[in-house]
């Protein structure tokens, strides 16, 4: 807020000197960012996305070239319908990923394949993933979210297969909410960091654990004060919104995700964590497309589209908490450092150019509405 009136009296202010209107929306940005100093092109390494969601079948061919345009790599989540549960299925899907990056992109952009941790995924499995080039797996709470009802029921029958990971060097990736029934839904994510992850991380100290779309000052907390080896991706909507998105005039399906929207407080917490500098919190969008009509129904499906916005909007964010300098480290270089990986070395240029973001995109057979449909964008990727 305090942001904002900042902006429009700095904005009026260049106006009345220049006694001049500027013809553009383009224009009236730049002349606001220059009295505040703030720059209008960002040049940084190209980012990577950390975590994602891409379907199958026609719906992955409409998702794939928006993440394969702008990132260099994204960490490809596993829950099909049916999972990801196995090196092989990986590798198959992973050249179905492949098949769909448009061929400009064809050298330039790698998906890194992730396999859905059961209570059954055997210890060998975690060696025939490591032989395959599989990065993470994946833990999903069983019915903790989309498509999660092989997810595991008690990691302690996964033990010998997490420690196989620790040793393999695969990362353990985290959809950190409890499903049970007593808890209140909004208290899902506190809950699993004191009663699941960390006797999870006393049981396997040494493996590497990456806390996915935190959403809470809890995890925040949690995750600054970890060791090393734990880590958090933030999405852009829990840097932007908080809860009130979900009831705005109305019921919002399309703000409706997974970990679900928080008060102001936690946004607040998340969004100063991962424009803090820590090198903990990095870019991970969790775009995760579902098609229009299956989001606005009576039980609508969790998920936010934002691959076509979201580095745009992670660059708005970061520009509300003044902390533009610390977008580079977020996007381009704390996620390849925690999974051991080199950093991109080509660039991307991010200009201030507002935008109209569209109602829809195609999606397979069908439309998707993306984060921030019909509302300004105040940043573009070049
Ligand atoms: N984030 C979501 O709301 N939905 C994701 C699943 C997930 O990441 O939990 C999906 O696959 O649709
Ligand atoms: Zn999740
Ligand atoms: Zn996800």
Redesign the pocket.
């Known amino acids: 807020m305090q942001r904002c009136a900042t902006f429009a009296r700095s904005y009026s202010a260049a106006v009345r000197q220049r006694r001049c209107y500027p013809a553009s929306r383009r224009h009236l940005a730049q002349a606001a960012a220059a009295a505040s100093g703030a720059p209008d092109e960002l040049v940084i390494t190209r980012p990577d996305d950390w975590h994602l969601?891409l379907r199958d079948g026609a719906g992955l061919q409409s998702v794939v070239p928006h993440t394969a345009h702008t990132y260099g790599r994204a960490v490809i989540?596993p829950?099909l319908v049916p999972p990801i549960t196995t090196a092989a299925a990986a590798v198959d899907y992973r050249s179905r990923v492949l098949a769909a990056v448009p061929s400009s992109r064809s050298a330039a952009f790698t998906p890194l394949m992730t396999c859905y941790l059961t209570d059954n995924t055997a210890p060998e499995e975690v060696l025939r993933a490591k032989e395959a080039g599989v990065v993470a797996f994946k833990l999903y709470p069983a019915g903790?979210?989309?498509?999660s009802d092989s997810g595991v029921t008690d990691f302690t029958k996964c033990l010998p297969t997490l420690k196989a990971m620790a040793e393999a060097g695969l990362l353990l990736l985290v959809?950190g909410e409890v499903t049970d029934s007593h808890v209140d839904f909004f208290d899902r994510e506190k809950v699993f960091i004191e009663s699941k992850l960390k006797p999870l991380l006393d049981a396997v100290p040494e493996l590497r654990v990456v806390m996915?779309?935190i959403t809470t000052r809890d995890a925040a907390e949690f995750v600054a004060a970890a060791p090393a080896n734990v880590a958090a991706s933030v999405t852009p909507q829990h840097m932007l919104m908080n809860r009130n998105a979900l009831f705005q005039g109305g019921l919002r399906p399309h703000a409706f995700?997974?970990p679900i929207l928080k008060r102001e407080e936690h946004r607040v917490a998340v969004a100063a964590a991962a424009t803090s500098g820590s090198s903990k919190f990095f870019l991970g969008t969790?775009s995760?497309p579902?098609p229009k009509h299956a989001k606005e129904s009576a039980c609508g499906?969790?998920?936010?589209f934002s691959a076509p916005v979201a580095l745009a909007l992670y660059a708005h964010a970061f520009e509300q908490a003044d902390a533009l300098q610390h977008l580079e480290a977020f996007a381009s270089f704390n996620g390849p450092d925690f999974y051991g990986l080199p950093r991109n070395t080509d660039k991307v240029t991010l200009r201030r150019q507002p935008w109209a973001v569209p109602e829809t995109y195609e999606f397979g057979e069908s439309v998707v509405v993306p984060m921030w449909a019909g509302q300004q964008c105040p940043w573009s990727v070049v």
Not at 144 to 147: D, E, I, K
Not at 301 to 304: I, R
């Open positions: 969601h989540m829950n903790a979210t989309t498509n959809h996915e779309h995700c997974l969790d995760a579902h499906c969790a998920g936010l």
